[in-house]
């Protein structure tokens, strides 16, 4: 059974940083990407970047780009979401997910974890 654990969110002021990891277990098969998604309260969830596990090709939203590095580890099976310069409205639920094929959705989800920027 696949899963996906998040850690290393919590409560940071405005312009510190935090980095989240997200380990996947129980994996099987080759997968082609990975994302970081956040959902604020009130808000619809958000992709903000992906990685792909074999060229570690990454892309971002407009809205973390140049404070947001995400990475990977191919031999621990982890990504890693680098957050810089965090501003109050980072303040979210992150969750991984794993991206078996480029055609498909994201197939697992990680259970979130939260951060919270103070101004």
């Known amino acids: 059974q696949v899963q996906l654990v998040e850690s290393g969110g919590g409560l940071v002021q405005a312009g510190g940083s935090l980095r989240l990891s997200c380990a996947v277990s129980?994996?099987?098969?080759?997968?082609?990407?990975m994302g970081w998604f956040r959902q604020a309260p009130g808000k619809e969830r958000e992709l903000i970047c992906t990685?792909?596990?074999?060229?570690?090709?990454?892309n971002y939203a407009d809205s973390v780009k140049g404070r947001f590095t995400m990475s990977r580890d191919n031999a621990r099976d982890t990504v890693y979401l680098q957050m810089n310069s965090l501003k109050p409205e980072d303040t979210a639920v992150y969750y991984c997910?794993?991206?078996?094929?480029?055609?498909?959705?994201?197939?697992?989800w990680g259970q979130g974890t939260q951060v919270t920027v103070s101004s």
């Open positions: 997910a794993l991206k078996r094929t480029v055609v498909t959705g994201y197939d697992y």
């Open positions: 129980g994996r099987t098969f080759s997968s082609y990407a």
């Open positions: 990685i792909t596990w074999s060229g570690g090709n990454t």
